[in-house]
């Protein structure tokens, strides 16, 4: 997940082709690259209207538009598809890199291959299928504009189809041909084996699932096949070689994950972040910040962590919270010495740390699953984060403790006042988006449109900064992180629920119940638990599949719903962001502009006094219900 960079390792330059097939080539995919980018931009401009519409005739109009959500539905599946075809173009699906920055010049080019071949495997074996299940919608019809569903899954084979085009493309410009014929050999040959074993495979219950999750998944994300691709080709795999499931079934659970209504504040909370950061918003916020506590040893440290609790309040997308951030911060932190890898480190750890902080997508989805209250949820989640905080300011105090300040000039009162003065109407706006949830105005989908909103007109009247060539950029910068995300979730979905009907999670409950210790050791074994599934099913797709089960499971062992809530959230959010599996650490990393090997020692720290902040919160569930 990258804003405007390349966090892939480059590989060897290919063979320069002949100068007339390289511009017709490089002339194709510059005009293919503008019929895809303009498109999607303008599918994010259509969704902020859409959802602002709605918000404004509802609520000041009193006459509420029945099909604006079934409108932004349809819309947002083909933003969806579209951005992650613009992210497949410019290298930005997620992928681990750590061992291909350790192989030979030779053998990180295979990979870098191997990459793109996986991507184009995986588009390759789901078209003809999403195609069906396109045709196959044709028969439903939406309750209130009266339109067959295949307006909205005609998404699917479209940008599956784009997607084996921009794979072709790739693999001519970037890629020797014999690195792409040995790519596809190796496809080739790994399923002749599995052709070849599915009787055996099939006879030997849920150890296959090792073979496939286990083993297969972690295979293809440690050659550096993007995160999306190896849950996906892990899951056809499985489905294909031990059960009679036809392939449309990944396609429509794909389209499930990714069509889920919650995940409409994806790209416009993503927008809102890289329009806060425009406007000088965070710049403010940092700034009043850094001016209380940016004269201290490792202050700006701690100014990391308050800021991405304050922006943390304004956008549900932690990719837009660490891009509204980082940018901000980073290059005066590498001017006072902070190395590069303790940087990244941080930036990853806070975002762990304000996982349960309003509004929480992830929250939203636990409320929407499990019948807990989204107000109590709200309520519940803002202390647990001041918990982490503390323990991860704890070791940067440790760490930097000895830091040279002698440099750094204390500001005087005025200048703190100007400070906050400034930054009174960025500080303002996490308390507007807050409230307009709480008193009813937006749902938790539409409330980050009346962020737009605040965010335009205060860049535009109260700090007049507002660059409007960096709009276009912007929106499809949007696109292109929403679909690589969605992407993700698309193909987690699909896998949880190959691992629901194997009865695996079904299994896990059972067995979760039964443990000694009571509430302590439910809540402690829950914690291990989302830690893992937090790394490699991302909050929502594990939500989706384990919140039914547990959350009961709860209740009968007497944890209160919110508390197990904060536990399980916190406890996903240290897997999505530790590596080597966490794709928010990769995240992270691209948007910091910084490579992930830098940061792997720096972090271990970090995720310890996460561990340790989270075991405060399990101990005290005061944290947790305190409030309500």
């Known amino acids: 997940m990258q804003l405007d960079v390349q966090l892939d390792a480059p590989a060897p330059a290919a063979p320069v082709p002949a100068a007339g097939q390289s511009s017709y080539l490089q002339t194709f995919d510059r005009v293919f690259g503008r019929m895809v980018e303009i498109p999607a931009a303008i599918l994010v401009v259509l969704e902020i209207v859409v959802l602002l519409s709605g918000v404004v005739s509802r609520y000041a109009l009193h006459r509420p538009l029945v099909w604006s959500d079934e409108l932004a539905s349809i819309l947002f599946l083909w933003l969806a598809m579209l951005g992650t075809v613009v992210a497949f173009r410019r290298g930005e699906h997620m992928r681990m890199t750590a061992f291909v920055g350790m192989a030979t010049p030779r053998a990180r080019a295979f990979m870098d291959t191997l990459a793109i071949v996986a991507g184009l495997v995986f588009v390759g074996v789901l078209l003809e299928p999403a195609f069906e299940f396109a045709i196959e919608e044709s028969w439903v019809y939406t309750p209130a504009l009266d339109l067959p569903n295949t307006w909205r899954a005609a998404a699917l084979p479209v940008g599956f189809a784009l997607m084996l085009v921009t794979a072709v493309l790739r693999l001519v410009q970037e ?52 995160i999306a691709f190896a849950f996906g080709l892990s899951t056809y795999a499985y489905l294909m070689s031990t059960t009679y499931a036809p392939a449309m079934v990944v396609v429509g659970r794909m389209d499930e994950g990714m069509s889920h209504l919650i995940l409409l504040a994806v790209p416009l909370f993503i927008f809102l972040g890289l329009l806060i950061e425009m406007t000088g918003m965070a710049r403010a916020m940092v700034g009043f910040l850094a001016s209380l506590l940016g004269h201290v040893r490792g202050g700006l440290h701690y100014v990391l962590v308050g800021a991405m609790y304050l922006v943390s309040g304004i956008s549900g997308s932690k990719a837009a919270d660490m891009a509204a951030v980082a940018p901000v911060l980073f290059p005066e932190m590498k001017a006072r010495g902070a190395k590069e890898g303790d ?13 349960t902080i309003p509004p929480s997508i992830v929250l939203i989805t636990i409320g929407s699953v499990s019948g807990v209250s989204i107000t109590a949820l709200f309520t519940g989640g803002l202390l647990p984060a001041v918990v ?98 969605l992407l993700i979730i698309g193909a987690a979905t699909a896998m949880a629920w190959a691992l629901t009907q ?127």
């Open 343 to 355: 940087l990244v480190a941080l930036l990853s750890a806070t975002g762990a740390q304000t996982e």
């Open 175 to 226: 890629s020797d041909w014999r690195l792409t014929g040995a790519a596809l050999a190796l496809g080739a040959g790994l399923a002749a084996v599995l052709a070849g074993l599915s009787p055996l495979l099939s006879g030997i219950g849920n150890l296959d699932l090792l073979v496939f999750f286990l083993l297969g998944v972690g295979a293809l994300v440690f050659s550096g096949v993007p």
């Open 502 to 628: 194997s009865g695996f999670s079904q299994a896990l409950a059972v067995a979760m119940k039964e443990l000694p210790g009571g509430a302590l050791g439910f809540l402690a074994v829950s914690a291990l638990a989302f830690i893992v599934l937090g790394s490699v099913l991302e909050g929502i797709p594990a939500i989706v599949l384990f919140g039914p089960l547990m959350f009961p499971i709860a209740r009968a062992v007497g944890v209160h719903e919110v508390h197990y809530a904060m536990v399980v959230v916190l406890a996903m959010g240290i897997g999505l962001f530790a590596p080597p599996f966490g794709v928010g650490y990769y995240a992270a990393c691209a948007i910091s502009r910084i490579h992930p090997d830098a940061g792997m020692r720096p972090i271990i720290g970090y995720v310890a006094a996460l561990l340790v902040g989270l075991i405060v919160i399990i101990l005290v569930p005061w944290f947790s219900i305190g409030f309500l």
């Open 388 to 485: 982490l905080g503390a323990t991860l300011c704890a070791l940067v105090w440790w760490r930097y403790r000895g830091e040279d300040m002698s440099h750094v000039v204390r500001p005087g009162r005025k200048a703190i006042l100007k400070a906050l003065v400034v930054a009174v109407p960025a500080l303002a706006l996490p308390f507007v988006i807050r409230a307009a949830v709480i008193e009813g105005v937006a749902t938790a989908t539409e409330v980050s449109t009346i962020g737009i909103v605040y965010a335009v007109l205060a860049g535009l009247l109260v700090y007049r900064q507002f660059d409007w060539r960096r709009l276009m950029p912007m929106l499809v910068t949007t696109a292109t992180l929403s679909g690589a995300i």
